[in-house]
């Protein structure tokens, strides 16, 4: 089992910056690729960001991309999402997700390919 929590979520005005953290525990955090997902109210689940276990290679959604940086630390067992230029639709429950991976260069981008799940960060951006 790997458990994943969240934090940094928060208000902030358009055209500011927040990052998000994802503290994972439970087993080895350089065996998962990891991915951010976000989920606006009313609306599905969507793909934001994924970086693979050795934080090489990374995808991001054509929505986030050059505002959005997805990073990790294997040493502390955290992921990071640098989130600039925020925009209104940005506003969402932000969650991280986790997935074995044996290859150190893969990554995924669709939420069934993810085992664990975090609860979830708010962030809400106003105009």
């Known amino acids: 089992q790997v458990q994943l929590v969240e934090s940094g979520g928060g208000l902030v005005q358009a055209g500011g910056s927040l990052r998000l953290s994802c503290a994972a525990s439970g087993r080895t955090f350089s065996n998962y690729a990891m991915g951010w997902f976000r989920q606006a109210l009313g609306k599905e689940r969507e793909f934001v960001a994924a970086?693979?276990?050795?934080?090489?290679?990374?995808s991001y959604a054509d929505s986030v991309k050059g505002r959005f940086t997805i990073s990790r630390d294997n040493a502390r067992n955290t992921v990071y999402l640098q989130m600039n230029s925020l925009k209104p639709e940005d506003t969402a429950e932000y969650l991280c997700?986790?997935?074995?991976?044996?290859?150190?260069?893969?990554?995924?981008?669709?939420?069934?390919?993810?085992?664990?799940w975090g609860q979830g960060t708010q962030v809400t951006v106003s105009s």
């Open positions: 970086i693979s276990r050795t934080g090489g290679p990374t």
């Open positions: 997700a986790a997935e074995g991976s044996l290859r150190g260069s893969t990554y995924y981008n669709r939420d069934h390919e993810y085992t664990y």
